[in-house]
């Protein structure tokens, strides 16, 4: 893809606020289990970076999504993993379907404050029983009059201690699994809503949580869309949020890679430099050349994402493929730091633990490779009954 002078500018933005704005105050944040996600949004916001494909009429930038793709590229260089996972969920997992199939009443009461960075949204649709199963979903809102009434629970909710709403997917009626959910905007205040956090090994400035709805009621114009098109919504979502976390996982490869070559040409063994050794030097190229290869893979779905494409195959693609190079990159750079990559302050054992879960959360691995051996046809055929 060609890159114009506006993409490189606002790549520039972005790059000065992470490492001004954000990367002195990670440790106390990770220290601490979670981020400012308001004042940090709000930042955020101000600078337009929350809203860069969205419509201005709801205080977006109007640009085509190859720009967010940028924003989501240079996140990768905060120091920890948590904040550009919180921010992606705010551009492009919770937001995506509101702003292209919610009422105006719902964009301007949801979508332009979360643009803003006035409102912390979620997304809601991983549960106990079923994370990348989305059809498994038994959360239940059953109409009363003109409301919902929620009742079930959400499971690793990104953002779910500090958010104001959340983009619920949840049954709304009876039948197939794949035409009977829908989306449906909760504010995170209403009654009946609990919240638990969750700890991880990784991510830790990052609120996760498990959130508990009991008999919460909701007007019935907060459905985005219309009934039981929440599951087909949620799908066209994924391809934005599957492209992010492909995007986002580039730049944390470049710079492990980055800080490995760094600390080989420091550390001495044996008389001469780590990087002198033809099997590290030569793993670093082939790691690089991995890198760039994704990099080409993901900006390709991208180019095709903003003229229209259904890019389903390509973006499941390129998140299975950053995901596990990124698993593969933190892994063989570790080794090459000795024993101070196997301790906890070291830069590069903050990314293994951090990006573990590139391979798990959007849709695990296998989720990909089902999608993309269903799109190319390679599925066994059921017999029939």
Do not use: C, H, L, Q
């Given at each position: 893809m060609q890159?114009?002078?506006e993409h490189l500018q606002l790549a520039d933005t972005v790059k000065r606020f992470i490492l001004n704005e954000v990367n002195p105050q990670v440790q106390a944040w990770e220290d601490a289990g979670i981020f400012p996600a308001h004042q940090l949004f709000k930042q955020m916001g101000d600078l337009g970076l929350l809203g860069v494909k969205y419509d201005p009429a709801y205080g977006g930038m109007g640009l085509d999504f190859s720009y967010a793709m940028v924003v989501a590229e240079q996140l990768g260089h905060c120091a920890v993993g948590g904040i550009p996972l919180a921010v992606g969920v705010q551009t492009d997992m919770c937001t995506p379907a509101l702003a292209r199939f919610g009422s105006e009443a719902l964009k301007h009461e949801y979508l332009a404050p979360t643009i803003a960075g006035d409102m912390v949204g979620c997304i809601g649709v991983s549960e106990p029983g079923g994370g990348s199963d989305v059809a498994a979903v038994k959360t239940w809102a059953r109409q009363e009059g003109d409301d919902y009434v929620i009742n079930g629970s959400k499971m690793w909710i990104t953002n779910g201690m500090q958010a104001d709403w959340i983009c619920l997917l949840a049954n709304t009626s009876e039948g197939k699994v794949h035409e009977n959910k829908s989306l449906i905007v909760v504010p995170?205040?209403?009654?009946?809503?609990e919240r638990q956090m969750i700890r991880k090994i990784g991510m830790n400035c990052s609120d996760t949580a498990q959130i508990f709805f009991d008999n919460v009621r909701v007007p019935r114009r907060n459905l985005i869309g219309f009934e039981g098109a929440g599951f087909m919504m949620q799908m066209v979502q994924f391809q934005e949020e599957r492209l992010c976390c492909a995007a986002q996982a580039l730049m944390v490869m470049d710079t492990v890679i980055d800080k490995t070559i760094a600390y080989c040409r420091e550390r001495h063994t044996f008389g001469q430099p780590l990087i002198h050794n033809q099997v590290i030097h030569f793993r670093l190229a082939e790691l690089r050349t991995e890198v760039e290869a994704t990099r080409a893979l993901t900006w390709r779905a991208v180019e095709e994402y903003i003229h229209g494409a259904d890019v389903t195959r390509l973006a499941s693609m390129a998140k299975l493929k950053a995901g596990r190079l990124l698993r593969e990159v933190a892994d063989s750079c570790l080794q090459y730091w000795g024993g101070m990559g196997y301790t906890w302050d070291n830069p590069i054992s903050q990314?293994?633990?951090?990006?573990?879960?590139?391979?798990?959360?959007?849709?695990?691995?296998?989720?990909?490779l089902g999608i993309i051996c269903k799109l190319e046809g390679t599925l066994p055929r059921r017999a029939k009954a």
């Open positions: 890159f114009t002078p995170m205040d209403a009654k009946g809503i990314i293994y633990r951090d990006n573990r879960i590139v391979s798990i959360g959007g849709g695990a691995d296998e989720i990909m």
